[in-house]
Structure formats: structure tokens, C-alpha cells
């Protein structure tokens, strides 16, 4: 007899049948978990279709952000990026020289850096102190290292004016918090202390003539008028020395810019040093970084062109489904590893998404760019052969004739934008990079994650109804055998009864 607990129901399996009852409900009940097993593959299946889009999602969006994002250094959808430049100097020790897009191909003479741009300040006329001043200590102990120590007013503070800004220290304070009070300031200024030259200097934080700079003391002794001895901090107010502007020669033209560093024509200068050397500089279109800019662009897109195709050309596995529990428990890791491996296989299979993209990003090499009248083909870039499925090719010489003649039409076929609303118009005329950025948007975004696990979760409701099903009927069977075995239990005891009372005569 075997006793099996299920629910509050008492099991009791072959007590007077003696049949294995067990057996035989297990055996019952192999047809009604088909039917659980049926809908777990499935939703095995959708949960794998789930992964394998946002996988798919991820390398589209990859590829996007890298080369159509202005937050990436690769971005190819911005037609500087299709104008770089290169600059052969003579000599770089006076001054460094770059270009940008707008710069023009050519050569140029810098005859002569007069002068460099400094900034309004006063300094210290000479060290403050035999020792050097600890920025952490107060300033009344700053005091009392100082050759001509500060004088506080009746409120044990200094107060001092710089360019209308009034500042107001106690004693207590500390020397760091006055230098950081002034810097941090609206007064547009740095103040600051050297260890190696002993004494303070308030600098202007911009340069040229532009710079201003007015120091007034207003109690206390920190600076002074006229007078470099009765200053703390031997700062004559009356003898800031004035901003000046950067002064050279270019071209035979004379410059004169606030900064030392300036950009005019797409020429960035930063002057380092003046020098009446002549120096020389050429600027010429750097063809080389473009072109290994687009090679690489074309590898990676190549890469997402087969990862697209791979997936809707994928044979489908009919022999493998995905594993119930029982059949995981029966394998090893390996195996259940390579068995899923086969059943992932071909699920998405002729997906009209995916077709629809890859037929988008072909479409996009061959349409010409409105108001350029050329595309990607025109300029060196095509598809392949029919086996090749939408991957590009370079023709690396027609590529470099074109960015060395025509520099502008590579960068519009390439990048160049529109603010149209209307998508046709748009598509018309946008570059290939805005073009394919669109066509992959628009699949990213037909992909619903809240329908995806809505579907998942309608399919696992379905898993619980059937297994509450299951169970029902299982008691139920059990109930019918347990009649049956209650039946046969009286039956054979009115037998009995009736053989002893026959027996009896």
C-alpha cells in the first residue's frame, strides 16, 4: 500500500485492487503536462525573442551614437568632420597653430610676435616676510611674521575695495580664506601668494587692454597709497600695471587680439613667445584622417549588416524545442548549452523589421542628396556583390579624389541636415548618416518592451491556469481510484462475511 499526501486528501494506492494506482495517475498525467510543456516553449521562446531584439537594438544604437551622436569623437554626421586639416610649420616654439573646417587651404608668414597679451595686476614690490607665510594660519599670526604687520581698525578687521567689489576680514580669519574670498568674487580677479617670490600679486582674470583692475584700501593696512612701506603687503595701489593686448604680423597685416589665444579664419594661434624670426606655416586638407575615419565606419557597419542578416537567413531547428525542467535535469551544462543554441536557432527568421531596415540602409547609399546631386556611390561607396547583402565597399582613390576636389559635397552627401517635418522631404534631403539614423531609430523605437513582458506575462498566466487545471484533475483521479479501492475494501469484506456464515452450516 503506498500513501501519498496531496491537498488534505488522503492517497490510498492498491489496498484492495492491488494495482499500482500511482503508476497509473502519473501516466494520466503525462498527457495534461504535454500541455503545460506545450505553453512553457512558448513562452521560452518569447522571452528568447525578447533578448535577441534588445541585443539587436543595442548593436543598432551602437553603431548610431558612435557615428551620428555630437557627443562622439567618430560623429560623421557633421560635415566638419569630413574638412580636417593639417598644419607644416617651420617652427612651433613662438607659437602653436591649428585649423578647423572653415580654414582654407594655403600658406602663410608670421613675420613677427611683438608682443603677448598680459593680463591688469599689481604685485608685491618685495617679499613680505622673512619667512614664509602658512596659508592656514590666521591673519593676525600672518601679522606677526609680516615686516610691516597689519593693522587692524577698531572692529579687529581689514577692509580693502577691488574693482567695486569691498571685501572685510577679522583676524580671525584665515589667510587661504581671504585668497579664495577675492578669486571666488565677482571682482573678476586671482589673488595669490608665492612661496618663491615672497609677496601676493591680484592679476586680472582676463587679458589685453580690456583688463581692469582698481585696488582701494579701505581699513587696515593691507595695501597702500603712494607708499610701499606702510602696505602689510607692500602693494602700492597707484601702481597697477595695465593689461596690453598681443600684438603681431601676419602676412604683412598687423593683429592685435586681447588673448594669446585667438582663432581668425579657421586659423587658432596661441602665442607662446615673441620673436621677430619669420615663421612659415602651410595648412592642407588632411585626406588621410578622413579616410580612415570612413574605413572605419564602413568595418563597423559591415559588422551590423551581417549580425542583421545572419539573423532573419538562420536556418529554424524544427528537431529542438526549448527544455522543460525534467529534460535540464537529465543533461549537463554543455549539453543544455548547445541544445538551446539549436533551438534559438531561425527565430528571427524573414523578420519584415529587420528586412525593412537593411532595405532602408540600401536604399540610402544610392539616393542622391538633394541640392548636391550625388550619393554615397558617387564619391567611391557602394554595396557589394549580391552575396555581400547591403555590405559596402570603398573605392579608396575615387574617395580621395573626391575629398582632395570637392571636400564640401563628400561632407553634404555625408552629413548634411534637414529641418523639414515632412518625412519625404526630410529623407530627400538629408545626408546618408542622417538617413540611416532615422531608418534605425524608427525600428528602435517599434520595439514596445511593456507589450513584449505584457505578452510574456498573459502566456505565464496561462502556465498557472493549466498547472491549477493539472493538479484538479490529478485529485481527481486520485479520489476515483480511492472510491474504487473503498468499494473493493467492502465488497471484499461482505464476501468474507458471507464465506464464514456458509462456512458455519
Known sequence: MTVNNMSSMLRISGISSGLDTDSMVKSLMKIEQLRVDQVLRQKTKL???????????KQINDLRYSYASVLSNKNLNVESAFKVHSVDMSDSSAVSISANSSAS?????????????????VNSA?????????????????????????????????SFKINDQTFTFDKTSTLDNMLRTVSNSDAGVN???????????????ITGTASALNVENLSGNAFANNSVDASAFKIDTTSVEVGKNAILSVDGYTIEQESNIFTLDGITFNLKTTTDQPISFGISQDVNSVVDKIKTFVEDY???????????????????????????????ESEIE????????????????ISGLLSDMRSAIYEKVEGVGKSLFDIGIKTGSWADKGKLVID???LREALQNNPDDVAAVFAQDSTSEDAVIK?????????ISLSMSDYVSSYSSLKVEQDIGKVAEKILKLQDDMYAKEESYWRKFSAMETALGSLNSQSSWLTQQIASF
Do not use: C
Open 338 to 353: 548547445k541544445w538551446e543554441e539549436m533551438a534559438k536557432s531561425g527565430l528571427m527568421r524573414n523578420d519584415r523589421q
Open 191 to 205: 589673488m595669490t601668494y608665492s612661496a618663491i617670490s615672497g609677496g601676493f600679486k591680484i592679476e586680472s582674470k
Open 105 to 121: 587651404v594655403g600658406s602663410h608668414i608670421i613675420k613677427s610676435i611683438t608682443q603677448l597679451a598680459s593680463s591688469a595686476q
Open 126 to 158: 618685495s617679499r613680505v616676510s622673512t619667512e614664509n607665510l602658512n596659508r592656514s594660519d590666521t591673519l593676525e599670526t600672518i601679522s606677526m611674521q609680516l615686516d610691516t604687520a597689519l593693522a587692524f581698525d577698531v572692529n579687529d578687521q581689514i
Open 427 to 435: 529623407r530627400a534631403n538629408s545626408g546618408f548618416m542622417e538617413r
Open 302 to 332: 559591415n559588422k551590423l549588416v551581417d549580425s542583421l542578416n545572419e539573423k532573419i537567413n538562420e536556418k529554424i531547428q524544427y528537431d529542438y524545442e526549448p527544455l522543460t525542467d525534467e529534460q535540464k535535469e537529465e543533461m549537463t
Open 396 to 398: 579608396e582613390d575615387k
Open 47 to 57: 522571452e528568447w525573442s525578447r533578448d535577441m531584439r534588445q541585443d539587436i537594438n
